[in-house]
């Protein structure tokens, strides 16, 4: 037989008396989006914030003991409107048998001239489990144009967990758009973008780690 403890909040991890070994998944926290600024008359768009990694592993009684200590890593904080780089996702831990760690923040642009691409960030790496995955990349964000010509951007995807996608891209054609909340656990944040707006545009938080473990008896 099994049972299921699931951990979005650090707190102890208990064995389920009887339990003779477990399977943990334990993932890191997203990052946040870049923000975005504007010079009233530019164009850009922030990346979006890497996901958390994920470790994988099956563990015996013995190697839990009586209890472990777990440790959920907090989201990433959002990038702001002054073109701030997002805050990374904190590390989820299952005591010291295995890491999750959390994705970098989503870069951001300042108060630029037209035409720019910022480059995407990595996720979070794993570490403790038989199986680590890396968390997905935070998307680029693009803008291009200003002034008077035609423009557009287009702020960088949250990177994807081992749990699903990470937040979607927004788009900006003569305006500033504030990125969009990721979902699903432990998911990268998105980007803001602003076109020839006079305010600029701010990312959104990554999502906090969590950890599923599956008990075996």
């Known amino acids: 037989?099994?049972?299921?403890?699931?951990?979005?909040?650090?707190?102890?991890?208990?064995?389920?008396?009887?339990?003779?070994?477990?399977?943990?998944?334990?993932?890191?926290?997203?990052?946040?989006?870049?923000?975005?600024?504007?010079?009233?008359?530019?164009?850009?768009?922030?990346?979006?914030?890497?996901?958390?990694g994920t470790a994988i592993g099956r563990y015996t009684a013995t190697q839990i003991g009586a209890?472990?200590?777990?440790?959920?890593?907090?989201?990433?904080?959002?990038?702001?409107?002054?073109?701030?780089?997002?805050?990374?996702?904190?590390?989820?831990?299952?005591?010291?048998?295995?890491?999750?760690?959390?994705?970098p923040g989503g870069t951001g642009v300042a108060a630029t001239a037209n035409q720019t691409l910022t480059v995407g960030v990595a996720g979070g790496t794993a570490s403790g489990g038989l199986l680590n995955i890396p968390g997905g990349h935070g998307a680029p964000g693009w803008a291009s144009g200003g002034g008077a010509l035609i423009s557009a951007g287009m702020g960088g995807q949250g990177g994807a967990?081992?749990?699903?996608?990470?937040?979607?891209?927004?788009?900006?054609?003569?305006?500033?758009?504030a990125g969009i909340a990721g979902t699903d656990y432990c998911s990268g944040g998105s980007c803001g973008a602003n076109v020839d707006a006079a305010a600029g545009a701010a990312g959104v938080v990554g999502v906090a780690g969590a950890i599923m473990i599956v008990e075996f008896f």
């Open 1 to 52: 037989s099994s049972g299921l403890q699931v951990f979005t909040a650090s707190g102890p991890y208990t064995p389920t008396a009887g339990m003779t070994s477990c399977l943990a998944i334990v993932t890191g926290a997203g990052g946040g989006g870049g923000g975005c600024d504007s010079a009233g008359s530019s164009t850009g768009a922030g990346a979006g914030g890497g996901a958390g």
């Open 161 to 177: 967990s081992f749990w699903g996608g990470g937040a979607r891209s927004v788009i900006a054609v003569s305006t500033a758009e």
């Open 67 to 103: 209890s472990q200590v777990v440790t959920i890593g907090a989201a990433g904080a959002a990038g702001a409107a002054t073109g701030t780089t997002g805050g990374a996702g904190g590390d989820t831990t299952l005591g010291a048998l295995a890491t999750g760690g959390g994705g």
